[in-house]
């Protein structure tokens, strides 16, 4: 601990400070000044510590500590990038490698984050420790040793010393049903000093919300085609509410998740569609998607049979669907007759498009994606 700042002191006290026993045989103030019992710790300002210099003085030791620790200084951490990438929303907790930083540091570390670009959905967490805490040992639940990464949550771990190494393992669970694609910038901070260098990045590509049904056809140029048929780089039917015009535009991203409850549309003057999917002619029904994902109603805004969703969790703003809503189709616009709940589980899809939308079944439906 540190010697008194004024007052009484012993060579006793100074032995004690450097760890010695205080009744230490033939100890003299030289020796204890010049650095023959041991090094002086250079660490303490010049103020405290003694000058090694005849005459030699008890005070010099006045707030002397030999275990004094220099400035806060990070090094290079051994990983500055962290990724949790191909995730699924509802997924496990995923591990990322260890990740290390040596430096000086005096105390506990804390740890923040600052979202940078996209929402973030998911819960990212970090464990610290003077050597390798350890993976988190559950699929679903955090262990105690992984904190948030909202700063102060390591103080039961010191840092203290030169050339001290901070080993971090960080992991992520994804939302249960969002996707996201975000950066984030981690702060370490010791001491009041903070280190920056380390991003995060997060990107959940699955979703668990907007998506048609795998019979509703795609509207592809002068004809329909089946969802399986459809590659990233082909082109399909979009409006451009930029220029107000349909368009022939390529595919970005195509995601196939399964669902159930989805929701299906009828709409008046709507004749069946009938097209060829694996040589075998195939009937079409009304438009069958789930209950968040938008339609686009005649005057470019968007309804669905749950917007509270649609905004939760995608950010959209739509209004909830009623009968007689004029939706848009590529021939011209039709009014909702009725929609029915379809509680079986299928496979659905989504496509994404440089308009951030696309024709199936004829109706103009969100990508979803971003």
């Known amino acids: 601990m540190t010697l008194t700042s004024s007052g009484q002191i012993s060579i006793n006290d100074i032995n004690g400070e ?44 006045y707030s002397y500590n030999h275990s004094a620790v220099g400035a806060t200084s990070f090094g290079t951490w051994s990983d500055t990038t962290i990724r949790f990438v191909g995730l699924s929303p509802g997924g496990n907790i995923a591990n990322h490698a260890l990740t290390t930083n040596t430096g000086t540091f005096s105390g506990a570390m804390s740890v923040t984050n600052t979202v940078t670009s996209g929402v973030a959905k998911g819960s990212p967490r970090v464990a610290l420790g003077t050597s390798d805490p350890g993976v988190n040992s559950s699929n679903t639940v955090f262990d105690s040793k992984m904190k948030t990464l909202n700063g102060n949550q390591h103080s039961s771990i010191d840092f203290t010393g030169s050339s001290v190494t901070c080993n971090a393992r960080f992991c992520f669970l994804p939302h249960s049903d969002v996707t996201e694609s975000v950066m984030r910038d981690i702060t370490f901070t010791n001491n009041s000093v903070a280190n920056t260098t380390m991003t995060l990045q997060t990107s959940v590509t699955n979703f668990g919300g907007f998506c048609v049904h795998e019979a509703v056809p795609v509207n592809c140029k002068d004809y329909y085609k089946h969802i399986s048929e459809l590659e990233v780089g082909d082109m399909v039917m979009s409006y451009n509410f930029e220029t107000d015009s349909i368009e022939e535009v390529e595919i970005l991203q195509i995601e196939k998740p399964m669902h159930s ?72 616009t039709r009014k909702i007759d009725m929609y029915l709940l379809s509680p079986d589980e299928v496979e659905t899809y989504t496509i994404l498009t440089k308009n951030n939308n696309f024709y199936a079944g004829g109706v103009l439906v969100h990508s979803e994606l971003e």
Request: charged residues 30%; negative net charge.
């Open 18 to 61: 450097f760890g010695r026993s205080g009744t230490t045989a033939n100890s003299s103030l030289e020796d204890l000044s010049d650095g023959t019992v041991a090094t002086i710790n250079t660490n303490n300002a010049s103020s405290d510590r003694p000058d090694g210099s005849a005459p030699h003085a008890m005070t010099e030791f």
């Open 261 to 332: 409850d989805l929701i299906v549309y009828y709409f008046e003057d709507m004749e069946d569609i009938i097209y060829t999917h694996k040589n075998t002619s195939t009937l079409n029904r009304g438009l069958s998607i789930t209950r968040d994902h938008p339609i686009y109603k005649s005057d470019g805004t968007m309804v669905c049979l749950d917007p509270v969703k649609a905004k939760e969790l995608y950010g959209l703003d739509a209004q909830e669907v009623k009968k007689g809503d004029e939706i848009r189709f590529m021939d011209k």
